[in-house]
């Protein structure tokens, strides 16, 4: 049902308002997942520069450990950085302030999805087989 003119009007009024409201547009800002997975993405960066600089200094000063420790550097960047990626780019619903009765932390989406599709079959089987 469309809004009449008043209404968006009034509407529109209250956007401006809110849009111009700098606490209101942190706290929605401090809210949104993919502001987070954006800054843990930065945040992977730095670490993947920082393991390459340490595995560059520690070939060139031919100390192996070093060495390899720069490589688990990097290795945990990018790692931290895929899940960042994934997150950034993931449009599920989560409900704030709280856990979802739905999601239960075990598996990721598709595995969900597959159980749930398994016990839609268990429900749906013909009874008679016993």
């Known amino acids: 049902m ?7 009007r009034l509407f529109e009024e209250i956007e401006r308002s809110l849009a111009d409201d700098p606490k209101f547009a942190s706290a929605v800002r401090a809210s949104d997942p993919r502001y987070h997975a954006r800054r843990r993405l930065f ?10 600089a340490v595995l560059v200094y520690g070939a060139v000063s031919q100390l192996v450990p ?8 990097m290795l945990g960047a990018a790692v ?3 899940q960042s990626y994934r997150r950034s780019q993931s449009t599920e619903l989560r409900v704030v302030g709280g856990s979802s009765s739905r999601r239960t ?8 999805s597959l159980i749930d599709r398994l016990e839609q079959r268990w429900r749906r089987r013909p009874e008679g087989n016993r």
């Open 2 to 8: 469309p809004l009449s003119e008043h209404e968006q």
């Open 80 to 82: 931290f950085g895929l």
């Open 43 to 52: 945040l992977a960066v730095g670490l993947l520069v920082v393991g390459l």
């Open 66 to 73: 070093v060495g390899v420790l720069g490589f688990v550097i």
């Open 105 to 112: 932390g075990l598996g990721s989406p598709k595995r969900r």
